[in-house]
């Protein structure tokens, strides 16, 4: 797979360490890619004790460093949703249009990016009975009326 470029990389590094952890279904850019660091599992203790990360531009220059280093975790994306899919209970979603930050596994990103379309197909009374084909690409676009 191909990763996706970050948004901008004069910002790597400088996204705030607390973040969403998953969930939303969608994503709209990667910010950066985060590789946790954890000194109880033999990562140097660079943050008493504490856990801590380094961000990359890319995927590839975080799996390198990953593959590297001991301690440490698969790489993260950290990425925006400028809007989500919140699921409140399950199989009951709802339309949310708020900007959040997400760390998600970067397996996440072989999902399409986000288009005007997804989410709207995603709700879409007549939308497959399998929602989660609309967020993988692989289903026939309702292209409600947005």
């Excluded at 990763?3 to 790597?12: E, F, N, W």
């Excluded at 939303?24 to 910010?31: E, N, P, S």
């Amino acid at each position: 797979m191909i990763y996706p470029t970050v948004l901008d990389p004069s910002k790597v590094g400088e996204y705030p360490a607390s973040a969403k952890a998953g969930g939303g279904f969608v994503w709209d850019a990667v910010l950066e890619y985060r590789v946790w660091c954890h000194p109880e599992r033999g990562a140097p203790d660079d943050d008493d004790g504490s856990d801590y990360y380094y961000a990359f531009e890319s995927f590839e220059e975080a799996k390198a460093f990953a593959t590297e280093n001991p301690g440490t975790e698969e790489p993260l994306a950290l990425v925006l949703q400028r809007e989500y899919i919140d699921e409140p209970e399950p199989g009951q979603y709802a339309h949310v249009q708020e900007e959040r930050v997400t760390e998600w596994p970067v397996a996440f990103l072989s999902r399409p990016q986000r288009d005007q379309f997804t989410i709207p197909d995603f709700l879409a009374p007549n939308a497959p009975s399998n929602r989660l084909e609309i967020l993988r690409g692989l289903a026939p676009r309702v292209r409600q009326n947005v």
